[in-house]
T-cell receptor, first 112, second 115 residues
């Protein structure tokens, strides 16, 4: 069984740029969630996708957007990057009936 | 609103000591789930346990045990005979089933086990 995989693992951007992070769900999982984890903090919920539609959103501005594809993989897009966007971005998948999240290793974004 | 508090920022113990990580949660919902995750330096959150609000039975899994007390809104995690490999950041999380499986995480406790 393949777990949740994320790419890239590390990346550096400058303020104002845009970034796309990718996530492949665990086999059989049809729900994908994204979390932001700043240094020294717990993960914060960004949003969740189910059946290719956003199914819940945390307290993040519209410049954070996402997509879910028919194969349940997902993208997180962040526009107009700010220094505070520097964080570990975690993707998690789950089978809709259980709600139990399985996390990937994350994409570490540094904004200079 | 839901909230999870992990008051211990960092704990250091010597190998073979027992250690308890505290977790206090807040929610007005009667149905909810509590979790513990381990985060090693690689960054991945490793699932340890899930407990639903109707099951207050304590659980033991090898050297790990969990004490769930609704009366004090606590879900504490004890590692018995700690080992260096237990060194990591541990997160407690709360989820309320509402169509969105949103987890509320605490700020984590960094555990350092010294040889």
């Amino acid at each position: 069984e393949t777990g949740v995989t994320q790419s890239p693992t590390h990346l550096i951007k400058t303020r104002g740029q845009q970034v796309t992070l990718r996530c492949s769900s665990q086999s059989g999982h049809n729900t994908v969630s994204w979390y932001q984890q700043a240094l020294g903090q717990g993960p914060q919920f960004i949003f969740q996708y189910y059946r290719e539609e956003e199914n819940g959103r945390g307290n993040f501005p519209p410049r954070f957007s996402g997509l879910q594809f028919p194969n349940y993989s997902s993208e997180l897009n962040v526009n107009a990057l700010e220094l505070d966007d520097s964080a570990l971005y975690l993707c998690a998948s789950s089978p809709v009936e259980s709600g139990e999240l399985f996390f990937g290793e994350g994409s570490r974004l540094t904004v200079l | 609103a839901q909230k999870v508090t992990q008051a211990q920022t960092e704990i250091s113990v010597v190998e073979k000591e027992d250690v308890t990580l505290d977790c206090v949660y807040e929610t007005r919902d009667t149905t909810y789930y509590l979790f513990w995750y381990k985060q090693p330096p690689s960054g991945e959150l490793v699932f340890l346990i899930r407990r639903n609000s109707f099951d207050e039975q304590n659980e033991i899994s090898g050297r790990y045990s969990w004490n769930f007390q609704k009366s004090t809104s606590s879900f504490n995690f004890t590692i018995t005979a700690s080992q260096v490999v237990d060194s990591a950041v541990y997160f407690c999380a709360l989820s309320v089933p509402s169509g969105t499986y949103k987890y509320i995480f605490g700020t984590g406790t960094r555990l350092k086990v010294l040889a």
